[in-house]
């Protein structure tokens, strides 16, 4: 399928158009920009597929730990592992 026909979902399930919005580079800028340049109409189904996945890694990265509560609940778990080996 074409891009031009894609609807939010198909956005949303597009490698490419994930990578962009996650972890946009030049080439990547460049592509989409020219894009939505050529295809006005998909302006606001970009527009709506691009806050779906900000709002998600918002959320996904506000419920994992960090490293440092990683390594505490790692220390924790090799604890008592231990402790029930002893």
């Given amino acids: ?5 894609y609807m939010i979902e198909d956005f949303l399930e597009d490698g ?3 990578e962009w919005v996650n972890a946009p580079t030049a080439e990547s800028n460049q592509f989409w920009t020219a894009f939505l340049r050529n295809n006005p109409s998909k302006v606001e189904v970009v527009v ?5 996945l900000i709002s998600l890694r918002r959320h996904v990265d506000s419920d994992f730990p960090d490293d440092k509560r990683v390594s505490k609940m790692l ?3 090799r604890a008592g592992i231990l ?3 002893l």
Wanted: proline share 0%; aromatic share 10%; glycine share 6%.
């Fill in 75 to 77: 220390e924790k778990i």
């Fill in 83 to 85: 402790g029930k080996e």
């Fill in 16 to 18: 490419k158009f994930v």
């Fill in 48 to 52: 709506q597929a691009k806050a779906v």
């Fill in 1 to 5: 399928m074409k891009y031009v026909d």
